[in-house]
């Protein structure tokens, strides 16, 4: 119980002084001109109010990830609290605030330019390729989890039984799933056309407020029901039953894999320039990109929490679907109140992020390609081919449960390896103006290792292909060679830092 109860107070201690420590470092410029001001065009930069732009904000960068991703963590027990308040404060946080505020300095431009900037021009093409696919893959993944638990909520299937689509007779649940589906994508089309303030203004506060209420629900009701004595404090005991027959029950990595949003991910990055394109002065960048990621680390706290106090978390969280948890906590926690707020703030984030990630989609490759997107015929021209890859990566994941799997795994692992990538640049980008670069360095060497090491043992990477061509790669070695490969860029990098520091001419102000 103080684990959680701690965490919380931690998050919120976190938001007012590590914020006002990175706000310190990175030195905002109160009087300066923002793009929503300097290049305002009705659609995409539009200047918005501070509050509006957190809540929305926040609605594009949660997703499921600090809902589903807290249920998947909770099997590692209380580990999962320790990642989500040291990870939000000083990795996720800091992340989202510095790329937040560098897109903002540089006329709203997406990660890629931005790593393009201060990592060379190399990087700059590696990840406006990795970062387009990640964001199409994240459009694939939040059309079915979202449909998921509608399906769940509203046509469940019998005991034992699952959607099978492709059988050659479809059921009325089926086909209830499949409306679900083409109508989140027929709102993704609207929203990721229409300007900015049209939809994504006027509704996202709401959902942002849903998802917030249901979280206070589901925190009130643990107390009220005592179910909050049965939350075990910190430590680092890993709770999964498979975890001495299960490489991929190592708690590094793959704890800090499976936690991404609500501790630290790179697709934030891909987010926050929407905003950065909406604030109306640089004094609002810390209640923005930090505040919103500190709202998104108490949510996954919340649920990790439910988890553990809620389910027998070696046992029905290992055999149950995040979305039937869900469902079942918030209806058996607050009845149907519970069950609207489920409908509002879980299906709500993911088919927000979803939109806003086909929308980053669009602005990344009109971007590069210096493509005005005022005309709705310039929009439809870039939005129409990004849509139809979504469309074909769903049906994948549809044929069946192992194809959604292989596109979750592959986008958690390129999520969090984007992130160490924009920790880099933003560290970068701190030593050439000659500030203090730990602030941003040392999350990028632990995201390193982390994504270095699965990359090695995970398998559905590297370590697969090695154990099928050379026989059983060990997670010992998977672990030696990540944590090689790590210190190898740390030193890179401390040689090209040192040479900075020895030519202040060149800092950038």
Excluded at 146 to 168: K, N, Y
Excluded at 382 to 402: N, R, T
Aim: hydrophobic residues 55%.
């Amino acid at each position: 119980m103080y684990s959680f109860i701690f965490g919380i107070a931690a998050l919120i201690l976190g938001y007012f002084l590590y914020g006002k420590i990175a706000e310190r470092i990175f030195v905002i410029r109160p009087e300066a001109e923002t793009p929503a001001v300097r290049r305002n065009d009705g659609v995409d930069f539009v200047p918005m109010s501070a509050w509006k732009a957190t809540l929305i904000q926040l609605l594009n960068i949660a997703g499921t990830g600090p809902v589903f991703g807290a249920i998947a963590g909770a099997l590692f027990g209380p580990a999962a609290f320790v990642w989500i308040v040291f990870g939000c404060i000083f990795a996720g946080a800091v992340h989202d605030y510095i790329l937040g505020m560098l897109s903002m300095r540089n006329d709203g431009a997406n990660i890629a330019e931005i790593v393009g900037k201060y990592l060379g021009r190399k990087p700059l093409i590696v990840v406006r390729v990795f970062s387009l696919v990640l964001l199409v893959f994240v459009g694939a993944v939040f059309v079915t989890t979202p449909a998921q638990v509608l399906q769940t909520m509203f046509a469940p299937l019998p005991e034992g039984e699952r959607i099978a689509l492709f059988d050659g007779h479809m059921t009325n649940t089926e086909i209830f799933y499949l409306f679900c589906i083409a109508s989140i994508i027929s709102y993704y089309i609207l929203a990721t056309l229409l300007p900015i303030d049209k939809v994504i203004g006027r509704i996202y506060p709401v959902f942002g407020a849903c998802l917030l209420t249901m979280a206070a629900g589901l925190t009130v009701m643990m107390f009220a029901t005592g179910e909050i004595t049965k939350i075990p404090e910190f430590s680092f005991v890993n709770l999964r039953p498979d975890q001495g027959s299960n490489i991929a029950a190592h708690l590094f990595p793959f704890l800090f894999i499976t936690i991404a949003c609500g501790a630290v991910s790179g697709f934030h990055a891909t987010q926050s320039p929407l905003m950065a394109r909406c604030l109306k002065t640089e004094k609002e960048g810390r209640m923005v990109f930090y505040g919103a990621m500190i709202l998104e680390g108490i949510v996954a706290m919340i649920w990790a929490a439910v988890t553990m106090a809620h389910f027998d978390v070696a046992g029905k969280v290992a055999s149950v679907s995040a979305p039937v948890i869900v469902a079942q906590s918030c209806t058996e926690y607050m009845g149907w109140l519970g069950g609207i707020l489920a409908v509002f703030g879980v299906v709500a984030c993911p088919v927000t992020s979803g939109d806003t990630a086909f929308r980053s989609a669009r602005l990344s490759i009109a971007d590069a390609m210096k493509f005005d997107q005022k005309p709705l015929r310039n929009r439809l021209a870039v939005a129409l081919p990004l849509f139809a890859v979504g469309v074909i990566l769903v049906l994948f994941s549809l044929v069946s449960i192992a194809n959604f799997n292989i596109i979750w795994r592959y986008f958690a692992w390129a999520n969090q390896t984007l992130a160490a990538v924009g920790l880099w640049a933003a560290s970068a980008y701190l030593a050439k103006a000659g500030r203090n670069y730990w602030l941003t360095l040392l999350p990028a060497v632990w995201m390193t290792a982390v994504t270095a090491t699965y990359f090695f043992t995970a398998g559905e990477c590297l370590g697969s292909f090695v154990e099928k061509t050379a026989g059983r790669f060990t997670y010992t070695a998977g672990l030696a060679l990540g944590l090689l490969f790590t210190a190898v860029l740390f030193a890179m990098f401390m040689h090209s830092a040192g040479i900075r520091q020895k030519n202040p001419a060149e800092r950038e102000k």
